[in-house]
């Protein structure tokens, strides 16, 4: 399992994710700008909208779990 957290900080969304030690949520943010480890992990994108984010972060963690992680 895995868990994200999103959050607006001026005009930047944060996103910061944690794994149980089975979802590798560094290969997840680093599709979208963001790096970390295998079981924590983060990302920065500025001058955007939530929505955006979010679904750049679906169609990462989709990838993900399609099994394409290269």
């Known amino acids: ?4 957290a999103l959050v607006r900080i001026g005009n930047a969304i944060h996103i910061s994710a944690r794994s149980g030690g089975t979802v ?3 290969l997840i943010l680093e599709r979208i700008g963001g790096g970390g480890h295998f079981d924590s992990a983060g ?3 500025k ?6 984010v979010l ?3 679906r169609g990462a ?3 993900y ?3 394409d992680n290269d």
């Open 43 to 45: 990302a920065q994108v």
């Open 55 to 57: 679904e750049q972060l």
């Open 65 to 67: 779990l399609d099994g």
């Open 1 to 4: 399992a895995a868990s994200f």
């Open 47 to 52: 001058n955007t909208v939530s929505r955006e």
């Open 61 to 63: 963690i989709d990838a």
């Open 24 to 26: 590798n949520v560094q």
